[in-house]
């Protein structure tokens, strides 16, 4: 069974920067899609940034965030610089089995983690 755990959210200031991190057992980061969503509070889950076959963006954090991975230590991690109290959620990593063409929605996601917090305050 893939599992999926996510670290390095926290409480940050305005203009701060975090990176949190997924870990996966197995290979489950190495081979299909695997994405960032976050949801905050009263909102729905939505897409923040994905690779697939290539590497995808929200408007809204593109510039700000940075997607990457290391398939050698099966990790996957989400570099935020800049980050603002609207970037305040729960954010949620999420790997798919193969490579997906359409990246922005949950569904496309077989596997994800618990959620970690992301407070964006001062």
């Known amino acids: 069974q893939v599992q999926l755990v996510e670290s390095g959210g926290g409480l940050v200031q305005p203009g701060g920067s975090l990176r949190l991190s997924c870990a996966a057992s197995?290979?489950?980061?190495?081979?299909?899609?695997v994405g960032w969503f976050r949801q905050a509070p009263g909102k729905e889950r939505e897409f923040v940034a994905a690779i697939s076959y290539s590497t995808f963006y929200a408007d809204s954090v593109k510039g700000q965030f940075t997607i990457s991975r290391d398939k050698a230590k099966n990790t996957m991690y989400l570099q935020m610089n800049n980050l603002k109290p609207q970037d305040t959620a729960v954010y949620y990593c999420?790997?798919?089995?193969?490579?997906?063409?359409?990246?922005?929605?949950?569904?496309?996601?077989?596997?994800w983690g618990q959620g970690t917090q992301v407070t964006v305050s001062s």
């Open positions: 197995g290979r489950a980061l190495s081979i299909g899609a």
């Open positions: 999420a790997a798919a089995s193969s490579i997906r063409i359409y990246v922005y929605a949950a569904a496309a996601y077989d596997h």
